[in-house]
Each structure stands twice: as structure tokens, then as C-alpha cells.
Nanobody, 122 residues
Framework: QLHLVESGGGVVQPGGSLKLSCTAS???????IAWFRQAPGKEYEVISC????????YYLDTVKDRFTITRDNAKDSVSLQMNSLKPEDNAVYYC????????????????WGQGTQVTVSA
């Protein structure tokens, strides 16, 4: 069974950068990988996704032009480079998988990781 592990979270000042990694227990060639986040008291939201061979990506409007998703299938990993971080980016970030193509329905993602905390604070 596919297991995903997130890493790279931490505390950063507004305007700073972090790079999150999602590492898999098996090859990711058949999986689209999405990054979700849940801020305190808020619903989960999908913030970015990359299709299984990387030809298609999605970004939530509020992170577009600040976040970049990349995948390295040779290393069974997907990264999320986050620049110009804002306090509203405070959340627990999760990665999850779905087959082949990114999908808007959260319930179609599975094998969620345990999450990594991102704190943006002065």
C-alpha cells in the first residue's frame, strides 16, 4: 500500500520560504499528487496538484505565483516550494494521491500523509 510522508514544515517569518517534500513508499508513476492544507478552524483546501507525469498542474488562486509544485518520479517524491509566505498560509499541510490526473473532489484522494505544520509568524 502506498504510504506518503510529508516533511519540511517549520516556522518562518512573513515573506520567507519553505520547501515541503512528499516522499512515497513506492513509485509514483501512476499517481497524481496533491497538497492540501487545513488552517485552524477552517476546512481543508487543495492548494496544488501535479498529474502523474507532470504535464498538468493546478494551483489555488491564493498561492498561484508564490508556490511551485514539482515532482521527481525517479526519487518517488513531490515537492512544494513556497515563497513569499503570509500569515494566512499558517496550516497543517498534507499530501495525498489519486490515480493519474488531478481531481477537484477531495474524497477521491487517498493515502494521506500525517501532515507537516507550517507557521508563518513575525
Amino acid at each position: 500500500q502506498l504510504h506518503l510522508v510529508e516533511s519540511g514544515g517549520g516556522v518562518v517569518q512573513p515573506g520567507g520560504s519553505l520547501k515541503l517534500s512528499c516522499t512515497a513508499s513506492e513509485p509514483l508513476n501512476s499517481y497524481a499528487i496533491a497538497w492540501f492544507r487545513q488552517a485552524p478552524g477552517k476546512e481543508y483546501e487543495v492548494i496544488s496538484c501535479v498529474s502523474n507525469i507532470g504535464e498538468a498542474t493546478y494551483y489555488l488562486d491564493t498561492v498561484k505565483d508564490r508556490f511551485t509544485i514539482t515532482r521527481d518520479n525517479a526519487k518517488d517524491s513531490v515537492s512544494l516550494q513556497m515563497n513569499s509566505l503570509k500569515p494566512e498560509d499558517n496550516a497543517v499541510y498534507y499530501c495525498a494521491a489519486t490515480l493519474y490526473l488531478c481531481r477537484p473532489e477531495m474524497h477521491k484522494y487517498y493515502n494521506w500523509g500525517q501532515g507537516t505544520q507550517v507557521t508563518v509568524s513575525a
